[in-house]
T-cell receptor
Framework: DVKVTQSSRYLVKRTGEKVFLECVQDMDHENMFWYRQDPGLGLRLIYF???????EKGDIPEGYSVSREKKERFSLILESASTNQTSMYLCASSLAGTGGYGYTFGSGTRLTVV | DAKTTQPTSMDCAEGRAANLPCNHSTISGNEYVYWYRQIHSQGPQYIIH???NNETNEMASLIITEDRKSSTLILPHATLRDTAVYYCIPIIGFSNTGKLIFGQGTTLQVKP
């Protein structure tokens, strides 16, 4: 079964810490995405990548960075975690050239910053 | 990207058809209409997509109006497991650089 795996289901970090959220896919997908989901605000796109070492800003990139050194892995980095980054983070991947078809999402990481 | 309007919430009786509408009056000629759903505590899941013809698969049917300004997702025999948030998303088909931008969606509650 094809999968997008996020390294942690639940994470608690302190304000000011550097936080790494890891996402790995085993489908040889070119495209990878990071979203966050908050009550009342829905799913919002943070960053995405169409190829190794490439990255594009989404709608809410402030306070985040990403790294994609290998095709299968896309990391979201919170340089200095803040309480307003407490959220559910979802990673997704898709094949290039398929428009909106067949996105596969991970199960999410619920991050709490205290 | 085209803007969409969906009702905030809908109820449906178990076993009945659920009809979820979406307005996308600014859709461009090369944008497909994609439908995804998100069951509580899970990531979104692809359901179906179409350009201008009606489409059917094992999960649902998609009816697109002739002018393409609106569409309706039909779950023919809704079950309790279909309770979820449903998203209608226009996106350029077969784009190498497509990205899903989610609106607020419709929360469908299937009741026994």
């Amino acid at each position: 079964d094809v999968k997008v795996t996020q390294s942690s289901r639940y994470l608690v970090k302190r304000t000011g810490e550097k936080v790494f959220l890891e996402c790995v896919q085993d489908m040889d997908h070119e495209n990878m995405f990071w979203y966050r989901q908050d009550p009342g605000l829905g799913l919002r796109l943070i960053y995405f990548s169409y190829d190794v070492k490439m990255k594009e800003k989404g709608d809410i990139p402030e306070g985040y960075s990403v790294s994609r050194e290998k095709k299968e892995r896309f990391s979201l980095i919170l340089e200095s975690a803040s309480t307003n980054q407490t959220s559910m983070y979802l990673c997704a991947s898709s094949l290039a050239g398929t428009g909106g078809y067949g996105y596969t999402f991970g199960s999410g990481t619920r991050l709490t910053v205290v | 990207d085209a803007k969409t309007t969906q009702p905030t919430s809908m109820d449906c009786a178990e076993g009945r058809a659920a009809n979820l509408p979406c307005n996308h009056s600014t859709i461009s000629g090369n944008e497909y209409v994609y439908w995804y759903r998100q069951i509580h505590s899970q990531g979104p899941q692809y359901i179906i997509h179409g350009l201008k013809n009606n489409e059917t698969n094992e999960m649902a049917s998609l009816i697109i109006t002739e002018d393409r300004k609106s569409s309706t997702l039909i779950l023919p025999h809704a079950t309790l497991r279909d309770t979820a948030v449903y998203y209608c998303i226009p996106i350029i088909g077969f784009s190498n650089t497509g990205k899903l931008i989610f609106g607020q969606g419709t929360t469908l509650q299937v009741k026994p």
